[in-house]
């Protein structure tokens, strides 16, 4: 286990360059970038947000100084040539420096912190709750298959999953937060502005009531498919024949169920684990959006419309090695469930 896990870190190397260098190249050779928006602002007196609309239209120099455009380059880091500004941003990520952010004038890294909270908790309070419930339904819809709870329960989650976050967030708040009918949830933000002066229980109420409707729409999508997922991995392990064999020994179907069955149907879901660590960024652009929420998804959809190229290469160096850690992980779990599997 020991030789394969050095080998997959080993391995995360090559893979972390090539995800980076694609899309260095990609962000870098794309047209619209600060230099050009700043070329924009000076020629047309544009204002802070010029470019966002026209990031696809190449400004044309002519009239303007050349050593303004060569001070512009240098000033943003373009006055190197691609593969250059790339190594040199390989050095600065060993020192976690992204750079300064070109919209918000401080380090992309500080920016990208200060969107953490909000996509941080939803992902962790989605995903634990995820598991809470769709594993003992999944079992539930198992041990029951083809009874009436079964189809019902199954209609239901297939409903649930064929509505989309922005329908379900809309329709959401017109019924339950203000709209046209009630005014249970209040929208925005994740507390009210009376928040410091509420007693400790309080304080809590105050969370989950601001988080209840947003956590529904980051919710619904992988509800479906983890509690079917556990259903079936269920129902394929109650048919082995060390199942019926203990079934013939007169154990207690209980017993049967969540001492034999239940280990070995947990191995698929296991995979998933590693999922974990991406809820550090589980932003959601359409949830954040609908429900107001300043978070990782709003961030990366407006540091792209802007071009903010070091915002944008610090998501996704966070994405990529968040992404391997959970892939490794999710293989270490995969052996403490099943003792028989052994990565050579």
């Given at each position: 286990?020991?030789?394969?896990?050095?080998?997959?870190?080993?391995?995360?190397?090559?893979?972390f360059l090539g995800i980076t260098l694609f899309s260095f190249l990609i962000i870098n050779?794309?047209?619209?970038?600060?230099?050009?928006?700043?070329?924009?602002?000076?020629?047309?007196?544009?204002?802070?947000?010029?470019?966002?609309?026209?990031?696809?239209?190449?400004?044309?120099?002519?009239?303007?100084?050349?050593?303004?455009?060569?001070?512009?380059?240098?000033?943003?880091?373009?006055?190197?040539?691609?593969?250059?500004?790339?190594?040199?941003?390989?050095?600065?990520?060993?020192?976690?420096?992204?750079?300064?952010?070109?919209?918000?004038?401080?380090?992309?890294?500080?920016?990208?912190?200060?969107?953490?909270?909000?996509?941080?908790?939803?992902?962790?309070?989605?995903?634990?709750?995820?598991?809470?419930?769709?594993?003992?339904?999944?079992?539930?819809?198992?041990?029951?298959?083809?009874?009436?709870?079964?189809?019902?329960?199954?209609?239901?989650?297939?409903?649930?999953?064929?509505?989309?976050?922005?329908?379900?967030?809309?329709?959401?708040?017109?019924?339950?937060?203000?709209?046209?009918?009630?005014?249970?949830?209040?929208?925005?933000?994740?507390?009210?502005?009376?928040?410091?002066?509420?007693?400790?229980?309080?304080?809590?109420?105050?969370?989950?009531?601001?988080?209840?409707?947003?956590?529904?729409?980051?919710?619904?999508?992988?509800?479906?498919?983890?509690?079917?997922?556990?259903?079936?991995?269920?129902?394929?392990?109650?048919?082995?024949?060390?199942?019926?064999?203990?079934?013939?020994?007169?154990?207690?179907?209980?017993?049967?169920?969540?001492?034999?069955?239940?280990?070995?149907?947990?191995?698929?879901?296991?995979?998933?684990?590693?999922?974990?660590?991406?809820?550090?960024?589980?932003?959601?652009?359409?949830?954040?959006?609908?429900?107001?929420?300043?978070?990782?998804?709003?961030?990366?959809?407006?540091?792209?419309?802007?071009?903010?190229?070091?915002?944008?290469?610090?998501?996704?160096?966070?994405?990529?090695?968040?992404?391997?850690?959970?892939?490794?992980?999710?293989?270490?779990?995969?052996?403490?469930?099943?003792?028989?599997?052994?990565?050579?």
């Amino acid at each position: 286990m020991f030789v394969y896990l050095l080998r997959r870190i080993l391995l995360m190397i090559p893979t972390f360059l090539g995800i980076t260098l694609f899309s260095f190249l990609i962000i870098n050779l794309a047209p619209g970038g600060p230099v050009e928006q700043a070329i924009q602002k000076i020629r047309f007196g544009a204002s802070d947000n010029v470019g966002s609309g026209q990031g696809n239209v190449r400004v044309k120099n002519e009239g303007l100084n050349e050593e303004l455009i060569e001070a512009l380059k240098k000033q943003y880091g373009f006055d190197k040539p691609v593969h250059e500004r790339y190594f040199i941003w390989l050095g600065n990520i060993v020192r976690l420096d992204f750079g300064e952010s070109f919209t918000y004038q401080e380090p992309a890294m500080k920016v990208i912190a200060s969107k953490f909270p909000v996509s941080l908790q939803f992902g962790i309070a989605s995903l634990i709750l995820t598991y809470l419930v769709c594993i003992p339904l999944g079992i539930a819809k198992a041990v029951r298959a083809g009874s009436r709870f079964d189809s019902f329960s199954g209609l239901v989650l297939t409903a649930t999953y064929t509505i989309p976050p922005l329908v379900l967030g809309i329709f959401l708040i017109t019924f339950f937060a203000g709209g046209s009918y009630f005014s249970w949830f209040p929208i925005g933000m994740l507390y009210s502005d009376d928040y410091e002066s509420l007693t400790f229980w309080g304080q809590i109420w105050d969370r989950i009531h601001h988080f209840i409707l947003p956590l529904i729409c980051y919710m619904i999508g992988g509800f479906t498919e983890l509690t079917m997922l556990m259903r079936n991995s269920m129902l394929d392990v109650i048919k082995m024949d060390y199942v019926r064999t203990a079934r013939a020994k007169g154990l207690e179907e209980k017993f049967v169920m969540y001492k034999h069955a239940l280990r070995n149907a947990l191995i698929p879901i296991a995979t998933g684990l590693g999922g974990f660590f991406r809820v550090f960024l589980a932003g959601s652009l359409i949830i954040e959006t609908v429900f107001q929420l300043d978070g990782i998804g709003l961030l990366s959809y407006s540091s792209i419309q802007s071009r903010d190229y070091n915002v944008i290469m610090g998501l996704i160096f966070l994405s990529s090695v968040f992404l391997m850690i959970g892939r490794i992980f999710s293989d270490i779990v995969y052996v403490l469930i099943d003792p028989r599997i052994d990565f050579q």
